[in-house]
């Protein structure tokens, strides 16, 4: 298996991407449901709305068409409501301009946005919820952190005849052991996490070994994962929230193979993005 683009060896002519939290592995719920909402209202001191701005925080990340979002992007969303609902959040003109300009949202980027602005509250808050959210999620169990049901099966059905890509913008580290741990990494052939850039450059990349573009797709569950298959050109097949399982089990029992067979085009896969815009509300 392959590590980066550079030693990966086409192999096959299909290649499937694939994504891996709240796709492959059932890990998006429980990292929202546990960390990031909670560090956030203890962060800035909300628990006196906690109930319903959780119920929020999931909204905006798990359940609407900006799932999967950035997540200072969403924390810039979530707060802003905020502070027009229930009580003024100090700063936050600073951090949303931060999380709206910034080339890069990550930790490192916001270090450094901090050195250059060391008297912002919001900037330093919003670091302190990020590591805190990274130090919860270390500390999930494994029992917490399964693959869906009929993933494995799925990635090891289309290995017999595609190659597969992990195609994430998570942790490399975190998705290498939730992947061996469970058996999935077995039928993968490259790994490519947030280290090595967005999922629409990745899949580029992986474009450049000599796939047909009809021979591509890009399994995911946001619209994330869409864009970044509708700008290679590429197929899509959505794994719908809440229907994990039963989008799996189609995968295997007629996605694959219209792949295959030259017959996913057409109204095939315009019925199955109606399904996933549907499903996050996006239509």
Request: aromatic share 10%; hydrophobic share 40%.
């Amino acid at each position: 298996m392959a590590m980066n683009l550079t030693d990966f060896v086409k192999t096959r002519d299909f290649l499937v991407c694939v994504d891996s939290d709240g796709c492959a592995m059932d890990t998006m719920d429980i990292k929202h449901f546990e960390c990031f909402g909670p560090c956030m209202v203890r962060e800035w001191g909300l628990q006196a709305w906690a109930e319903p701005i959780l119920r929020r925080w999931n909204d905006i990340n798990l359940y609407t068409m900006t799932r999967g979002i950035n997540r200072f992007k969403g924390l810039v969303m979530a707060l802003g409501e905020i502070d027009e609902t229930y009580t003024r959040i100090e700063d936050l003109d600073t951090l949303t301009a931060w999380a709206e300009t910034s080339p890069e949202l990550s930790n490192g980027a916001l270090e450094k946005a901090i050195e250059a602005n060391p008297e912002s509250v919001s900037l330093k808050k919003a670091l302190s919820w990020s590591k805190a959210v990274n130090q919860s999620i270390t500390l999930l169990p494994d029992e917490k952190k399964l693959p869906f049901p009929m993933a494995r099966e799925a990635l090891a059905f289309a290995h017999e005849r595609a190659d597969v890509a992990i195609v994430s913008s998570a942790n490399l580290d975190a998705v290498l052991e939730e992947w061996e741990h469970y058996g999935l990494l077995e039928h993968t052939d490259i790994v490519l996490a947030q280290n090595v850039g967005s999922k629409a450059y990745c899949i580029a990349e992986l474009l450049k070994k000599g796939y047909d573009l009809s021979h591509v797709v890009m399994c995911g569950d946001a619209p994330g994962d869409y864009d970044a298959a509708r700008k290679n050109g590429v197929f899509y097949y959505p794994i719908l929230v809440r229907g994990e399982k039963a989008s799996w089990e189609q995968f295997i029992s007629e996605g694959f193979d219209r792949l295959v067979n030259g017959q996913y085009a057409g109204s095939y896969q315009k019925n199955l993005i109606n399904a996933f815009l549907s499903n996050l509300g996006g239509n």
